[in-house]
């Protein structure tokens, strides 16, 4: 069993690019696998976006607005993947397309049509995305960041259960990255870092 933890900016283009490239390989190459897309939020997550972005990381008004619209869109994916793995990331992968190739502006009205879209039942994901569940599952997910010592996005936790409790962290993952960890027994890369697992903390989500 492949386990695959890739920590992600929901509004970032090259995490964007990660997420396609597990799936991508999901399909192709692996076996037994199970993956998971978790959203960070954290101040030098909110500074690298903006200077990604062109804005002034320096502006404070401007790095809360970005803090609380990280926030909310995490909110809405958490209170998607409710309703399942495969609905969940086929809906934060929809609503990023809108939001990050298509130049969209996010509102209720377009985060609505995305879940719709998605077959989401929409009166259980509107009272979710405003739930405690939903907070607390964020929260999760950031102690889980902590944890293993995550606070980059596009970066990915690998384990391989049938070889090791180790684990790899692969920052900036690509297709061609996975793919070479892949073909490693033991899951080695250069980039990775080795460390132990937390195993208590593998099935909080």
Known sequence: MLEVYLFINPLGS??????????RLADQIFGDISYQF???LNPHMIDQHLKVT???CHNLNLRNEQF???YRIILDYKAALF????KG?????TLQNQLVEQGQPYSEKLVLEVAKHVHLDLSMFTEDRNSELARRAFQADQRLASEMKVADPSTAV??????????L???????QGLYEICENNGLLAKQALEHQKPTPNLHVL
Not at 14 to 23: G, H, P, Q, T, V
């Open 38 to 40: 978790i959203p960070l």
């Open 89 to 93: 990331r086929l809906f934060l992968l």
């Open 158 to 167: 690998l384990y391989n259960a049938n070889v090791s409790d180790c684990g």
């Open 14 to 23: 090259r995490c964007m690019k990660s997420e396609k490239s597990i799936l």
């Open 83 to 86: 309703q399942g793995k495969k």
């Open 68 to 70: 609380n619209l990280h």
């Open 169 to 175: 962290k692969l920052p900036d993952v690509t297709y």
């Open 54 to 56: 062109n804005q002034d």
